[in-house]
């Protein structure tokens, strides 16, 4: 949000005329229509006043007119270049267009000028985290909170929600908590006080968390944080996960924005149908061990691949096989919203498939804008978008998304046959380890599951202790978590009447085909729920 223009004065204003100190007034009740219309006026007939073009900038900041407010605001900066709050609402507006790395420059300057501003700070530090430099952007929002003269939960929630996405669960909880504590009625701190437990296999007040949320929050209506993490809510049906998809796309995006009209061209007589993919995991993640041999296997006599990455580059082989297999590839993670939408409709990309959904860091802004006149949902979220103008289709399958619940869907539901994610099948499968080397007993019954520690719940570990307590000399092996959820989850099998010591942690290998060859040591896979495997059930189905 962008700092008022000006700060409440009394009353009346000294040496100020009438329409500047009603001017004034309005500023300070953030009326931003009203504040347009009688910064408009002054401009009118005195185009050099200073206040009355800030507050312009201001208004139309207000209203998310950002497009508007950048050449208000620039030529305004222009005139006052020690202003610092100026400066401030210039990087405000290049991070709503998603020009990142120029918004950070802006509240640099801000920061020359004001270096205690907690605004500011928390500001930089949002421009950090959307340039993923996550690490980075930590001591800012510390610092924002420390220089608040009272509670800063704005920087407090941005904090915790940079600390949960490094998995510094722990820390993350702690804010979360604090929140919470201070408003006993955020349900946005509540719930992601609940994904915090989740990841840190707490829970203890788990039950209590999720019934009093939705005491608060019956039938998660009005709750607008991303339906991702309600996925791994035990008892969350599909109807909430549509409602709450459709409140989280309608808080994310403008109201402006999902109303531009949809983008279509005069298709020529184009000898090749030109399919593009957008995603922020062109690397080495699950998305992308995924998709080259999929690419690899367009029939390239009727299809042209477009790829479209708006991730980092982490220089992987991974990568690097990806982009060898498009036909074409764009590194698009410095563009703005319209730069990327500019670009994918110069390319006239027929069908354009989204592989972000509501994973981290993807533009739903651009697919509001529409980029192509057919988008699809697919691959790196397998639930609904929550808004038409995000995506026509969703690829799914009839276990997936079964097509008695279409209605669930903003998309229509395009069924594949079998299942809808694919394996790369041309992945290596080395000849597995000894089972000592991975420290696990040479003739116990192996049960593994490798999921993140979210999915795990109550329900989840009370039938796994019944299975182990069913199987003599039987063990559950796990993906090695933090130290504290390992401590926590055998404190967990120990409360179920199962020694601890039957709990064993696989570490993380940097090596993915030293991981496949490691999974053919497990005697059989178990599933966690509501939340089941995703890249992990492939990997350990090709493990045999």
């Known amino acids: ?213 939705r005491v608060l929050c019956p039938n998660l209506d009005g709750l607008t944080e991303s339906p991702f993490v309600l996925l791994a809510f035990p008892g969350v049906d599909s109807s909430e996960l549509l409602r709450v998809a459709k409140k989280f796309a309608t808080a994310l995006v403008s109201a402006a924005t999902l109303a531009a009209p949809n983008f279509a061209f005069e298709r020529a007589e184009a000898p090749r149908l030109r399919v593009g993919y957008l995603s922020t995991d062109f690397k080495d993640h699950p998305v992308g061990w995924i998709l080259p041999e999929v690419l690899a296997l367009h029939d390239r006599q009727r299809v042209e691949v477009f790829g479209y990455s708006i991730g980092v580059d982490d220089g992987s082989a991974i990568r690097r096989r990806l982009i060898a297999a498009f036909d074409h590839f764009a590194e698009l993670f410095s563009c703005s919203i319209d730069e990327l939408v500019g670009r994918i409709r110069a390319d006239r990309i027929d069908i354009l498939v989204d592989l972000n959904g509501w994973t981290a860091f993807g533009r739903p802004e651009a697919l509001a804008l529409r980029c192509a006149p057919l988008q699809v949902n697919w691959l790196g979220y397998a639930g609904t978008l929550g808004h038409a103008k995000l995506a026509d289709y969703l690829l799914g399958d009839a276990v997936v998304t079964p097509i008695d619940q279409q209605a669930y869907y903003s998309e229509s539901l395009a069924q594949l046959p079998g299942c809808y994610l694919p394996f790369d099948t041309t992945a290596d499968l080395r000849p597995p380890p000894a089972r000592h080397e991975m420290g696990l007993p040479e003739e116990a019954v192996v049960f593994c599951s490798f999921n993140n520690s979210y999915k795990y719940n109550p329900a989840v570990f009370d039938l796994w202790c019944d299975i182990l307590r069913e199987t003599d000399d039987s063990v559950l092996w796990l993906g090695q978590p933090a130290e504290s959820v390992i401590e926590r989850l055998r404190a967990e099998v120990a409360k179920r009447g199962i020694a601890a010591e039957r709990l064993l942690f696989a570490p993380r290998l940097a090596g993915r085909d030293d991981h496949l060859a490691r999974l053919q040591l497990a005697d059989l896979a178990l599933d966690p729920f509501p939340y089941n495997s995703h890249s992990t059930g492939l990997e350990i189905l090709w493990a045999g």
């Open 1 to 213: 949000m962008a700092k008022h223009a000006a700060r409440r004065g009394k009353k009346p204003f000294p040496g100020v005329d009438r329409a500047t100190a009603s001017l004034i007034r309005l500023v300070d009740a953030a009326r931003y229509k009203d504040v347009e219309v009688a910064a408009r006026a002054i401009l009118a007939t005195r185009p050099a006043h200073a206040l009355a073009l800030k507050a312009l900038g201001f208004a139309l900041i207000g209203q998310a007119r950002y497009d508007e407010a950048l050449p208000v605001v620039q030529q305004a900066v222009a005139r006052c270049p020690d202003d610092a709050e100026l400066h401030n609402n210039l990087g405000i507006i290049l991070s709503a267009l998603m020009r990142w790395q120029e918004s950070l420059l802006s509240f640099d300057r801000a920061l020359a000028l004001t270096p205690d501003d907690p605004e500011l700070l928390k500001n930089s530090g949002v421009a950090l985290v959307r340039m993923h430099c996550i690490e980075a952007a930590l001591p800012y929002f510390v610092k924002a909170i420390e220089q608040h003269p009272d509670d800063y939960p704005a920087a407090v929630e941005q904090l915790a929600n940079a600390l949960l996405k490094l998995n510094r669960n722990d820390e993350a909880w702690v804010c979360f908590n604090e929140l919470w504590k201070a408003d006993s009625k955020n349900v946005a701190a509540l719930s992601q006080l609940i994904f915090a437990n989740l990841k840190r296999c707490q829970w203890d007040e788990l039950a209590d968390q999720i019934r009093l949320l």
